[in-house]
Every structure is written in structure tokens, then in C-alpha cells.
T-cell receptor
Framework: GAGVSQSPSNKVTEKGKDVELRCDPISGHTALYWYRQSLGQGLEFLIYFQGNSAPDKSGLPSDRFSAERTGGSVSTLTIQRTQQEDSAVYLC??????????????FGEGSRLTVL | SQQGEEDPQALSIQEGENATMNCSYKTSINNLQWYRQNSGRGLVHLILIRSNEREKHSGRLRVTLDTSKKSSSLLITASRAADTASYFCATVRNTGGFKTIFGAGTRLFVKA
């Protein structure tokens, strides 16, 4: 597609339920990022995929969070046993690095998660 | 912890004035980027400055980078009401891949 696509755009769930958030990056982009943004706050790094390398999971806040990227393209962020503090906008971005220089990130519109 | 710290946290100016936002970071970087966020959803890339560059211009935007002080500034000249948004700096480190970390952002409000 023309840009980064995220789904769902909004998700309301009950505490304790599992949720899956999907990201379709720009075709050909080798890097994919997940960030979390609480209301009025900055972007909290969650996880970073680069090509076929092992992902950098250092930002995942707990073992309830996991992510995978299948075939170097689509990524799914899974939150198990959701808690109210998981409520936030989850942003996905992709980029293409060339010549040893990291390129700009292209963001999706985010998935707003509300945990009741 | 986040790599970049912006200041001020919030800035309110009159249309036509210049707006300056600063960003400090902690470790060596590959490049530094500035982004804008209008509505609390997706961010839009504004400008990228490489670690071996000191200044870059794009339209009404001017970015400086001082790697010795580990700081950068974004200047928006002749601001407009439409510039009202949150602005974030993002530092990119070479960790085998390129890891991009964002600061907390500056909220700019331009009064018409």
C-alpha cells in the first residue's frame, strides 16, 4: 500500500482479555517499530524489527506483551491479560535504511486501545 | 529510559514569531530527526540531520546539531497558527540495526 496501515483504529476491551494489533508496513521497508503513547506523553519504544535479525525487544514493558513479524512484512503486537494501564495509542512505523544511514520513519495512524 | 529530552515542554507564541525547541540526548547517534504530531495519532517526518552535519534547512525550518554537547535545536521561523502541534526529536543509534528513540516532545501553540 501507499502508507503504513494499522488495524483496528480503535479497540475497547475488558480487563483480562487478550488483544491483537496489526501493522502493515510500506512494501520493501526493512525496519518496523512499535511505540506506545499515553495521552499527552511522548512515544515509548516497545520493539524493533530489522530485516532477518533478532528483534530488539528491550522496550516491552512486561511478558504480557509480544510481537512478531511474519515474512519480513506484516507485524502483530499481542497484549495478553490486558490491564487498564495498557490503555494508550499504539503506533507502528516502518523505514528503509540505505548506505549505512537510517532513513525517516513512516507512521501509521495508530491503534487506540481502551481497557475497561 | 528515553534517549532524547526536549525543552520547553510547552511553548505559546504569537503568529509571526519564531519558535525554538531544544533536544538533548545521552549517547552517540547515527542521525537525529524531528517529527510533528498534530492530533495524537501518526507522526510526520520534518527533517533529518546526520551526525557529521551541523545545520540543515528546510523551508521555514532550521535544525542545528552539536554532537559535542549532545544537543539539537529546531527553529520554526515566521510561525503560523497551522504550526500548532507537538514536535518530537528522535535519535537514531546504530545498534547493529538502527534503533530510533523519541523524546517527550514540545507542545507548540501559535496564537493567531
Amino acid at each position: 500500500g501507499a502508507g503504513v496501515s494499522q488495524s483496528p483504529s480503535n479497540k475497547v476491551t475488558e480487563k483480562g482479555k487478550d488483544v491483537e494489533l496489526r501493522c502493515d508496513p510500506i512494501s520493501g521497508h526493512t525496519a518496523l517499530y512499535w511505540y506506545r503513547q499515553s495521552l499527552g506523553q511522548g512515544l515509548e519504544f516497545l520493539i524493533y524489527f530489522q530485516g532477518n535479525s533478532a528483534p530488539d525487544k528491550s522496550g516491552l514493558p512486561s511478558d504480557r506483551f509480544s510481537a512478531e513479524r511474519t515474512g519480513g512484512s506484516v507485524s502483530t503486537l499481542t497484549i495478553q491479560r490486558t490491564q487498564q494501564e495498557d490503555s494508550a495509542v499504539y503506533l507502528c512505523a516502518s523505514s528503509l535504511s540505505q548506505g549505512g544511514i537510517a532513513g525517516e520513519l513512516f507512521f501509521g495512524e495508530g491503534s487506540r486501545l481502551t481497557v475497561l | 529510559s528515553q534517549q532524547g529530552e526536549e525543552d520547553p515542554q510547552a511553548l505559546s507564541i504569537q503568529e509571526g514569531e519564531n519558535a525554538t525547541m531544544n533536544c538533548s540526548y545521552k549517547t552517540s547517534i547515527n542521525n537525529l530527526q524531528w517529527y510533528r504530531q498534530n492530533s495524537g495519532r501518526g507522526l510526520v517526518h520534518l527533517i533529518l540531520i546526520r551526525s557529521n552535519e551541523r545545520e540543515k534547512h528546510s523551508g521555514r525550518l532550521r535544525v542545528t546539531l552539536d554532537t559535542s554537547k549532545k544537543s539539537s535545536s529546531l527553529l520554526i521561523t515566521a510561525s503560523r497558527a497551522a504550526d500548532t502541534a507537538s514536535y518530537f526529536c528522535a535519535t537514531v543509534r546504530n545498534t547493529g540495526g538502527f534503533k530510533t528513540i523519541f523524546g517527550a516532545g514540545t507542545r507548540l501553540f501559535v496564537k493567531a
